[in-house]
């Protein structure tokens, strides 16, 4: 079983930053491809950002390309997303997934360990 822990939401306004990070117990985390996905009210979960074991793959939707970097640090078992020039339109529970086959899927369904979620709210 892996645990995945997320912390860093909050509250900023329109153009500002946020970092999140998602812990990870387990010896397997260097194997596993991690993704973060977000869901706003009303709103299915929906992919943000996707990174495989090593970190040499990176996948983004459309709609954060260029603002927000995936990135992962196997030795401390954290996988973390910096937001850059947040809309109000990010605001939404952001979570962390982890896939134990180490793939990387823009639909929710086919990953294993999921995290409780963190809020993010941007203002305008």
């Known amino acids: 079983q892996v645990q995945l822990v997320e912390s860093g939401g909050g509250s900023v306004q329109a153009g500002g930053s946020l970092r999140l990070s998602c812990v990870a117990s387990g010896r397997t985390f260097s194997r596993y491809g991690m993704g973060w996905f977000r869901q706003a009210p009303g709103k299915e979960r929906e992919f943000v950002a996707g990174?495989?074991?090593?970190?040499?793959?990176?996948f983004y939707a459309n709609s954060v390309k260029g603002r927000f970097t995936i990135s992962r640090d196997n030795a401390v078992n954290t996988v973390y997303l910096h937001m850059n020039s947040l809309k109000p339109e990010d605001t939404a529970v952001y979570y962390c997934a982890a896939d134990s086959t180490g793939s990387i899927q823009r639909t929710s369904v086919t990953w294993d360990y999921w995290g409780q979620g963190t809020q993010v709210t941007v203002s305008s």
């Open positions: 990174i495989n074991y090593s970190s040499y793959y990176t």
